[in-house]
């Protein structure tokens, strides 16, 4: 009896141990949008496409995007209207319904996932 217990409590340490919490890049993968319900779309092949708010104007853009860690993510604008270059942002939260990154230049910028 003790044997069987013993494997019991085995089989769950093993299982409890194989799950993993789950990755920035599994959270921020699909649709969401800002306050304006300007869209924008995580994809997993690490592009990102939608629109974004400039001042008064809205703009397509096309980027690629990888996390650096948890708390950082680094994205390149590939788009003709955005200059090319590579930007990182701090991970201020990241869960299924509120993504919020902030800028170097400290520009805090928050999206939601849009109703299904």
């Not at 592009?47 to 680094?74: H, N, P, Q, S, W």
Request: charged share 30%; hydrophobic share 40%.
């Amino acid at each position: 009896m003790k044997l069987v217990r013993l494997a019991a409590v085995c089989c769950v340490a093993l299982t409890l141990s194989s799950c993993e919490a789950p990755k920035p890049e599994d959270f921020i993968l699909g649709r969401w949008e800002d306050k304006d319900h300007t869209p924008l779309e995580f994809r997993r092949d690490g592009t990102i496409v939608g629109r974004i708010r400039i001042g008064k104007i809205i703009i397509a853009i096309d980027c690629r995007y990888r996390f650096l860690d948890e708390a950082t993510m680094e994205v390149e604008a590939v788009s003709p209207l955005i200059p090319r270059g590579v930007t990182t942002f701090k991970v201020n939260r990241l869960d299924y319904r509120e993504l919020s990154l902030t800028a170097k230049n400290g520009t805090m910028t928050m999206w939601t996932r849009p109703p299904q």
